[in-house]
């Protein structure tokens, strides 16, 4: 009903007249005018309840206190950052208020694009499930910065890979890889970032500037020297033996 035109008012009105069960359901629909309708059955288990504000909504049922989706409004007014850290602030906060009644267990976050795409997955900013934990919000928050380091680094390869931008592509992808290892200080827990911006690196002919990345990755996890030749073969790394010598004897002194 959105797609063809409908307000999240008609829409919602339109679904809760159909729908003979609407006393037990909660839904909240925001349409891209920022128009919001929300629907708290009265048959929801209690404590239900929902709080509007400027273009989102927040609802919870079945919650351990009727002050949960008040502290998630406010913490997500409140807080800074992107949309995703906003919205897992929002859930921090519902749990800080005692959450769901019968403990914890998962977590989810979604967020999309804004602007068209071509397909679903490509609009897809952060997809990131928690289905079964002791601390889910906890590990959803460390999904969720293990996904914001990935996308520096992605974006930091394609600059590097963008010819038209000449030697200015180095210090733009220099900005977003720091970015990504201010996210993720330790490279032991996940070398793959700097793994594949030193082969990116290599690959656009800064080997000496690769090497030290190189170093770290390898001292890190010595199996990921093992991918190098393999990269080679794949040509995703020069064939020239001069540059694997030099990435192949990078190791921690």
């Not at 009105?13 to 909240?28: C, T």
């Not at 694009?113 to 919000?137: E, I, M, T, W, Y």
Request: hydrophobic fraction near 45%; proline fraction near 4%.
């Amino acid at each position: 009903m959105i797609r063809s035109g409908k307000s999240a008012q008609q829409a919602l009105k339109g679904l809760l007249a159909s729908d003979p069960q609407a006393a037990i359901r909660q839904v909240a629909i925001v349409d891209q005018q920022g128009n919001i309708a929300v629907h708290t059955g009265e048959k929801c288990i209690e404590a239900a309840g929902h709080r509007q504000g400027t273009h989102f909504s927040v609802q919870a049922n079945l919650m351990l206190k009727n002050t949960v989706w008040d502290a998630m409004a406010d913490a997500f007014e409140t807080s800074s950052g992107s949309l995703a850290e906003r919205m897992l602030a929002a859930l921090f906060a519902a749990q800080s208020e005692g959450g769901d009644m019968r403990g914890q267990q998962s977590a989810a976050l979604l967020v999309v694009s804004s602007q068209p795409v071509s397909n679903a997955s490509a609009g897809r900013l952060f997809d990131l499930r928690v289905d079964d934990h002791p601390k889910p919000l906890k590990e959803l928050q460390r999904l969720l910065v293990v996904a914001q380091a990935l996308q520096y680094r992605k974006a930091a390869v394609n600059f590097l890979l963008d010819k038209s931008l000449g030697d200015k592509k180095f210090d733009l992808a220099a900005q977003e890889f720091n970015k990504a290892m201010e996210m993720m200080p330790e490279v032991a827990d996940n070398p793959e970032v700097m793994f594949w911006y030193a082969v990116t690196l290599a690959s656009v002919e800064k080997v000496e500037e690769s090497l030290p990345f190189f170093n770290k990755v390898f001292a890190a996890n010595p199996i990921w020297q093992d991918l190098v030749p393999r990269l080679v073969r794949a040509e995703l790394l020069p064939d020239k033996e001069q540059v694997i010598t030099k990435v192949m004897e990078q190791t921690q002194h």
